[in-house]
């Protein structure tokens, strides 16, 4: 069934319309500096906020949205389901790109065998519906923090079979990448760091993390998976301290493993406020050091201490970035990805 039947597909009607479900600026086909505005933007709708979040946070477990899918009992009805939505969603809104994690287009399993089959039929579904709309993969990741299992990291966790079963979800979702020709593979560390000092061993920690970095590019290479390995910088949350503080120690970290040719970076606009730095200033920093990617376009809020994943509105903002963007060559295989989602009481 198609959730979004009675919704018309978003077109650019030009800076007088009054129409809410419309573009007034951006006009896919303009030509800008020789261009298409399309394809200088390459704008992607993220998976994981629009339509696997129920809208719980922190201090009410309880979701708000009830979407239609998120009533479906069986795990594989609900992520074909939501599959269905997700494209007319895409081809709806006439963006070009999407991005996922692995656990937003296929539920964990009993086994991690059953997770690898449930993964290997939904990329098969996702395959259909790219082919049904042409809809591309901007880039696919793993959701390697999100499980019990990984509360004391992934690539960092102190226990060597939490390290392998994140490898396996790497592995898994590199493939997936691959089959759907994502364009980018990310790779985000949100349990890489610690709580405390006292009980970390950081030499330790960033020499697996190295490692498991290197096997990620060893395996990109061996499968043939075009384009770039981005790492996402982000300073803290959920843990205190992440490896991946921001671009100018991700160069670092890359640096000292031999990887700065191998993996650039996905910069987040809330993560470079989170970490001290303008947007700007990470999008410039990660250009002239050579590793600039892909950005997810969400904003923080600047009297908020945490990740709140907001819509981009401040047109200083947004156009600096741009610039920076445009003024280092603008991108390549990345693009403006919308890691954002709407507040939990936005039920209208």
């Given at each position: 069934m198609s959730y979004l039947k009675n919704i018309d597909p978003i077109r650019y009607e030009g800076p007088q319309s009054a129409n809410p479900l419309a573009f007034r600026?951006?006009?896919?086909d303009r030509l800008v500096l020789g261009k298409r505005m399309e394809d200088h933007l390459r704008f992607a709708t993220c998976y994981w906020h629009t339509f696997c979040w129920n809208g719980f946070d922190p201090f009410g477990y309880d979701g708000t949205f009830e979407r239609p899918w998120h009533r479906i009992t069986d795990p594989m009805q609900a992520a074909r389901a939501k599959a269905e939505v997700a494209f007319d969603f895409f081809s709806k809104l006439g963006l070009p790109y999407y991005c996922f994690h692995d656990r937003d287009i296929a539920p964990e399993g009993a086994t991690p065998r059953e997770?690898?089959?449930n993964l290997h039929r939904m990329v098969d579904v996702l395959g259909e519906h790219q082919q049904r709309t042409g809809m591309k993969l901007l880039w696919g990741t793993a959701n390697v923090f999100s499980h019990r299992r990984f509360m004391s990291g992934a690539a960092?966790?102190?226990?060597?079979?939490?390290f392998a079963l994140a490898a396996l979800q790497v592995k898994e979702a590199m493939d997936a990448t691959k089959k759907l020709?994502?364009?980018?593979?990310?790779?985000?560390?949100?349990?890489e760091g610690y709580e405390t000092l006292l009980n970390?061993?950081?030499?330790?920690?960033?020499?697996?993390?190295g490692r498991f970095l290197r096997m990620a590019v060893e395996y990109k290479h061996k499968i043939g998976l075009q384009g770039p390995i981005l790492l996402e910088p982000k300073p803290r949350e959920p843990t205190k301290h992440q490896y991946d503080f921001d671009v100018a120690t991700v160069f670092g970290f890359l640096k000292a493993n031999g990887l700065e040719n191998e993996v650039k970076v996905n910069i987040e606009a809330n993560h470079a406020t989170l970490a001290g730095h303008s947007f700007e200033h990470e999008i410039a920093t990660a250009l002239a050091l050579g590793?600039?990617?892909?950005?997810?376009m969400n904003r923080g809020d600047m009297q908020c201490g945490w990740d709140t994943d907001q819509f981009p509105n401040n047109v200083p903002d947004t156009a600096l970035a741009m610039y920076y963007i445009l003024q280092g060559g603008g991108f390549t295989t990345g693009g403006l990805n919308f890691d954002s989602k709407v507040r939990r009481q936005s039920l209208d």
């Open positions: 600026y951006y006009d896919k997770s690898v089959d960092t966790n102190p226990d060597p079979e939490i020709g994502g364009e980018n593979y990310v790779i985000w560390g949100g349990r970390t061993d950081m030499k330790l920690e960033l020499d697996n993390l590793i600039f990617g892909s950005i997810d």
